[in-house]
């Protein structure tokens, strides 16, 4: 399970995404979203924008991110 510490609040799905390194650049990430292929706390998200905060778990082709202060 890979981390991502916060700097701010939140961090938006799509950069959560690229700075895990799970997708190359944004229009990837907007794609793999769109296609319902990542889910936020077991729930699908489509949402490129969608704010992630302290302890939400990101699942996407086989990984894990979670979001830590």
Do not use: C, P, W
Not at 6 to 21: C, E, F, P, V
Not at 31 to 43: R, T
Not at 45 to 58: P, S
Request: a neutral charge; zero cysteines.
């Amino acid at each position: 399970m890979e981390t991502i510490k916060l700097r701010d609040d939140y961090i938006k799905l799509g950069q959560a995404l690229k700075a895990a390194g799970l997708v190359d650049s944004g229009v990837v990430a907007k794609v793999v979203i769109q296609d319902g292929l990542v889910k936020v706390n077991g729930e699908v998200e489509y949402q490129r924008g969608k704010k992630l905060h302290v302890n939400d778990v990101v699942d996407f082709d086989g990984e894990t991110i979670k979001i830590v202060k």
